[in-house]
């Protein structure tokens, strides 16, 4: 993993490619900012969303011990509208004896194809998310999950996205997903 991390660091020495962040919200990092987001995006729900609990909010992925759950790291190159995710399911993920949970797998390719929604027209939720698991992913295997943001058409982006081993010589996963710009003068 920390081979792959320096050779996509290299590609970002000339600007092609971009480490993310990924450990929280770039967009909102106070609580109070949050809470704002919800309510201005969010305003049914946020009438059922417990403000003390909202304080102890953490992201989904970044939850486990270092080295137990979702260790990643996300690059994106704008011209090619690509974001790839370096991935290695830890020993907490899994389903299957010696396999990663297809549910973890399903967790990650959301967060990859979500944080390519995200660069391209910020806030936006999951509304459709089509995966078909063609290889078990081996627990504890580093690797890729390559998302393209094919289209946008409105409100809605349509994007695709795969697992693959690090040589690229196994299939494991492919996937489409429909993602939808948040409206604010609309009630979700
Ligand atoms: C330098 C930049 C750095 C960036 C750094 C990034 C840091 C990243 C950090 C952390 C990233 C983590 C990323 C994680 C991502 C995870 C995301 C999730 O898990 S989201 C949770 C699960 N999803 C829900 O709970 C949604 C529930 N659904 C809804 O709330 C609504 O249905 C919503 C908002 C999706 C749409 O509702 P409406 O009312 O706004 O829109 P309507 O009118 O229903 O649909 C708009 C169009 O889309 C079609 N549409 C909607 N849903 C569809 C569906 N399921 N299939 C097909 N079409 C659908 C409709 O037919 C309509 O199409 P027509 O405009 O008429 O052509």
Redesign the pocket.
């Known amino acids: 993993m920390r081979l792959l991390f320096d050779q996509f660091m290299k590609k970002c020495e000339d600007g092609s490619w971009?480490h993310?962040?990924?450990?929280?919200?770039?967009?909102f990092q106070r609580s109070q900012d949050i809470s704002a987001f919800i309510h201005a995006y969010?305003p049914t729900a946020s009438k059922l969303i417990n403000e003390e609990k909202l304080l102890q909010a953490k992201?989904f992925?970044r939850n486990f011990e270092d080295g137990l759950g979702f260790e990643y790291v996300?690059f994106?190159n704008d011209v090619e509208k690509r974001v790839v995710c370096v991935f290695e399911g830890g020993p907490y993920l899994q389903g299957m004896p010696g396999c990663l949970h297809g549910g973890a797998i399903a967790t990650m390719i959301?967060?990859t194809?979500?944080?390519s929604?995200?660069?391209a027209e910020g806030i936006?939720?999951?509304?459709?998310l089509n995966i078909n698991f063609k290889r078990p992913v081996p627990l504890c295997s580093v690797v890729l999950i390559n998302s393209q943001l094919d289209k946008i058409?409105?409100?809605?982006l349509f994007i695709s996205c795969n697992v693959q081993s690090v040589d690229e010589k196994t299939l494991y996963t492919e996937a489409t997903s429909?993602?939808?710009?948040?409206?604010p003068e609309?009630q979700?």
């Open positions: 971009i993310l962040p990924s450990y929280n919200y770039t967009l969010l992201i992925t996300m994106y959301d967060a194809v979500g944080t929604a995200m660069i936006v939720m999951t509304a459709n058409e409105g409100r809605k429909l993602f939808i710009k948040l409206d609309k979700v």
